[in-house]
């Protein structure tokens, strides 16, 4: 089932969806806004998982040990040296 409805696009947004239907790529400029309308959902829930990791990856961090700079530069060093040595480049 379908429903009628309204809607505004900007000048820039109809000109890109009528673009997409004189390349033959959609049927109409309503099938474009349906096939954008249908992206969103993914869209959304790969922000909503991106986001609940990045809540998790912070928690974690706020919640661990503190590493000072010069621990940290250490750390740094160290690898960039190990990673150097992997790829046959002198230290």
Same mark, same amino acid.
């Given at each position: 089932?379908?429903?009628? $409805? +309204?809607? +505004?696009?900007?000048? /820039?947004?109809?000109? !890109?969806?009528?673009? @997409?239907?004189?390349? *033959? %790529?959609? #049927? $109409?400029? &309503? #099938?474009?806004?349906?096939?954008?309308? /249908?992206? @969103?959902? %993914?869209?959304?829930?790969?922000?909503?998982? /991106?986001? /609940?990791?990045?809540?998790?990856? @912070? +928690? %974690?961090? %706020?919640?661990?040990? !503190?590493?000072? &700079?010069?621990?940290? *530069? =250490?750390?740094?060093?160290? =690898?960039?040296?190990?990673?150097?040595?992997?790829?046959? @480049? #002198?230290?």
């Amino acid at each position: 089932m379908t429903v009628k $409805s +309204s809607i +505004s696009l900007t000048n /820039e947004q109809h000109a !890109f969806a009528k673009g @997409l239907v004189r390349a *033959g %790529r959609y #049927a $109409s400029v &309503s #099938a474009v806004v349906q096939q954008g309308i /249908e992206m @969103l959902p %993914r869209k959304t829930e790969r922000e909503d998982t /991106e986001r /609940e990791a990045l809540t998790l990856l @912070l +928690s %974690r961090r %706020r919640d661990g040990d !503190f590493i000072g &700079s010069d621990a940290m *530069g =250490t750390r740094v060093r160290r =690898t960039a040296a190990r990673k150097r040595r992997a790829h046959g @480049l #002198a230290d």
